[in-house]
């Protein structure tokens, strides 16, 4: 697939549903929209009746050749632009978005018969970018196996539950950090190093991995993944920050 | 611009005639990397600038304190839109280490550890407007911001600024790094928001 260059395009508010109690999933229809690969993100711009504009970049949760376009954000408190469009933005609103953005923290399907494993680790909303690649997955002709271990805190926090739980060429692993499902054997705590050697595709498998969620969550996860063996390469990023 | 967000006021106070188009002020320092974060000692540290010739000159730790580490206050910005303003730094200005390099080209790749590469202009580099960085705000640069050495180059955005430097390679030519083939843009100048291509 070519590049599709990043440019402004005005899209339209078609839905905001409550991802839960601090998130809201909201889609936008944009006509202009080249299309956009599985991780890739877009900035959001909004501009203020007395034109003071504010610039956020967020996570795309879907992708392909198609005009919708599936965000899930996270309200940080304190923002600037996540509070408006969580709690104030309504159907039919227009915002500006400028991407699609990000040619590294992306899956594309792959040509090769044998391709390499994948292997997703997400800590909290950092799992928008990851599910995004299991559902383009899903609708792939690509035989790689997919494996997702999801750090979440509590069973309400769990983004795309219902689409998780869909899903049919994924294995998801939940670890919950601070309170547990009625019947989960494993008590609430943070991930471990054990738990991620054993929730995950070894180093002998030479999976590709895309870790994405807070700056020490990212960081742990991918320490670890080293001193387990897997390759520098292999690992790719991302955080999301907390300017909101 | 085409409509407003009717209801979306902002963080009104904030504006700061330094902060350039498209940047919000944080106080905290996000950290963005493409991968797991290198683990490089001071000790097995070294610095080399190999020119288009090939010619190699190098510098340990030590060679770097040397050369004199001074103080540095600078804003810097981020392409995913946050500044920093009036940041403290500490580093060895990039003039020290030119100073016998014997060159022509126009353009230098940065080197890092883990494989980052970023493409800058030479000019950029130079007159006292980059440093390699070894501390920040007070004290010596942690792992997840680049230490134990970075480049600084404060006047474009801070992607440019690479972590974990461990040499120039000197160029005719101004072939893209890892971002930059990644749809970031060739120079990066804050001011004139070049974010992308």
Not at chain 1, 130 to 159: K, N
Not at chain 1, 171 to 189: K, M
Not at chain 2, 127 to 151: I, K, N, Q, S
Request: charged letters at 25%; proline letters at 8%.
């Amino acid at each position: 697939m070519t590049p599709r260059r990043a440019a402004w395009h005005r899209a339209t508010v078609v839905s905001v549903t409550a991802e839960t109690a601090t998130a809201r999933r909201i889609e936008l229809e944009v006509p202009t929209w080249p299309g956009n690969e599985a991780g890739s993100h877009v900035d959001i711009r909004l501009t203020a009746p007395d034109g003071y504009q504010a610039t956020r970049s967020y996570s795309v949760a879907s992708s392909g050749p198609g005009t919708r376009l599936v965000l899930a954000v996270d309200e940080v408190v304190d923002g600037e632009v996540s509070p408006f469009l969580v709690r104030v933005l309504a159907v039919g609103d227009s915002v500006e978005v400028h991407g699609p953005l990000g040619r590294f923290f992306v899956w594309t399907p792959s040509a090769d018969p044998d391709p390499a494993p994948v292997q997703l680790v997400a800590g909290g909303s950092g799992v928008v970018p990851l599910y995004a690649m299991a559902a383009a997955h899903e609708r792939s002709d690509d035989g790689s196996e997919f494996r997702l271990l999801y750090s979440v805190r509590t069973p309400d926090d769990v983004f795309f539950r219902r689409e998780l739980a869909a899903l049919r060429r994924t294995r998801v692993d939940l670890v919950h950090t601070r309170s547990a499902p009625e019947g989960d054997r494993r008590p609430p705590r943070r991930l471990v190093r054990e738990e991620l050697d054993r929730l995950t595709l070894g180093p002998a498998l030479a999976p590709r991995i895309f870790v994405c969620g807070s700056t020490p969550f990212v960081e742990t996860v991918s320490r670890w993944l080293l001193e387990a063996g897997h390759a520098p390469a292999a690992v790719r990023t991302e955080r999301f920050g907390g300017s909101g | 611009m085409s409509f407003v967000n009717s209801g979306f006021t902002g963080r009104r106070g904030q504006r700061d005639e330094r902060l350039p188009p498209g940047q919000t002020l944080v106080e905290d320092w996000p950290v963005l990397s493409a991968g797991p974060t290198p683990q490089v000692s001071t000790a097995d540290w070294t610095f080399t600038i190999t020119t288009e010739d090939g010619a190699e000159h190098r510098w340990s730790w030590d060679d770097l304190t040397g050369l004199g580490i001074e103080d540095v206050t600078t804003d810097i910005h981020c392409v995913t839109h946050w500044s920093k303003l009036a940041m403290p730094w500490r580093g060895v200005p990039l003039d020290a280490f030119f100073a016998d390099v014997d060159t022509s080209a126009d353009y230098v790749m940065a080197h890092c550890h883990g494989g980052y590469t970023t493409n800058v202009p030479l000019e950029d580099l130079l007159d006292g407007r980059a440093w390699v960085a070894v501390e920040a705000e007070g004290e010596p640069l942690t792992p997840e911001h680049g230490g134990p050495a970075r480049l600084l180059v404060p006047h474009l955005y801070f992607w440019k600024s690479a972590k974990w430097l461990r040499g120039l390679q000197l160029m005719p030519d101004n072939d893209p790094g890892f971002w930059e083939q990644h749809g970031y843009h060739l120079r990066g100048d804050p001011w004139q928001e070049e974010r992308y291509w």
